[in-house]
């Protein structure tokens, strides 16, 4: 007997709805539901919305952000400093990077990191591109701030390595305890790393 | 600072997504994110199958289900016993019987349960029309499948009051210990339901 009864349209919406981040064969049943039975406050602006995404969202040539436009709108702005640029896996890692307000220079992304039980080698990477930014006179620093992951970690030495010809300082993000974290609850190695980086106070 | 640099396009995406049931602004943004990331396979697809789905799916006219068809596949399969209507809240519960394969009478979907707290009236219900279709000559039951909720069953409570006038038996789902669950972990309500209910072994 067929999940869900109300003929391959339904299905196929379920099937797509499932393979989003977060969702599963379940909870893509109920968002389906849910959009059928909102049609006008959520079915079609939903579908109008991602036709829209899908004409005018591009990769930014330069860096792979995300945006309407080509260069998006962190390349083209005026005030951010050319001299330095973060190297970030994805994207969602700017938009953090963004709401952190933490740093007014330039972004990479690379659009994963290296993996080999993924089989994602550098040639898939956005990293040929950023050896040629970095290559750039204005560039002084290239600050690498993958995730803390064994495939992140990688990435970075990978990109370091490729850097050294390039006359560029090479920094990374710090470990250590984060904000608002219990050292009761952290790993050994975040302990250890917090310890080994320790700090005048 | 926006959350979300790459323009209102994706803001309106990401606001759209979280409205979704299992879906919060976090996960709302990783969804839009990976939709991006995967136009063809994903976002094209996505858009298209809710644009069908808003153009072909509609509730049957006689029972509240959705279908392609209407009245729907269920209403008007020729196999099924016309003498039991089962009463549920939402498609859904329609669905999740019928994969459960243990009804094969037809329904009546109300769109919902009686809700002071939400303001849902009788009138915002799918009530009036299983008031007719409960008074035609060929049914002989009312199978009331609601939530076992207060607002579920204060809507039973209250289509009960309303078919008193048909002459048609009004039976409701067994309250019990559910199948692989264990006393233990059970609540008093339905510890003293499957005593009150208990059955010859």
Known sequence: MSASPAGSEIERLIGLLAKLPGLGPRSARR????LVKK????????SDALAQAGDKIKP?????????????????APGRDNTVICVVQEVGDLW??????????????LGGC????????????NIANLIDRAGATEVSE??????ATVDGQT????ITDHLQSSNVKISRLAHGVPVGGE?????????SAAMHSRRPF
């Open 155 to 158: 990435t970075a030495h990978y």
């Open 39 to 46: 049609r006008e406050q959520l079915l079609l602006p939903l």
């Open 183 to 191: 050292l009761d609850y952290l790993d050994d190695g975040t302990i």
């Open 31 to 34: 968002a389906a539901l849910a």
């Open 114 to 125: 290296l993996s080999a039980l993924d089989g994602i080698r550098p040639e898939d990477l």
């Open 142 to 147: 290239v600050i690498l701030a993958m995730n």
């Open 60 to 76: 930014c040539s330069n860096c792979g952000n995300i945006d309407v436009n080509d260069p998006c709108h962190i390349c083209s």
């Open 96 to 109: 953090a990077m963004e709401r952190a307000a933490a740093f007014r220079g330039r972004y990479h992304v």
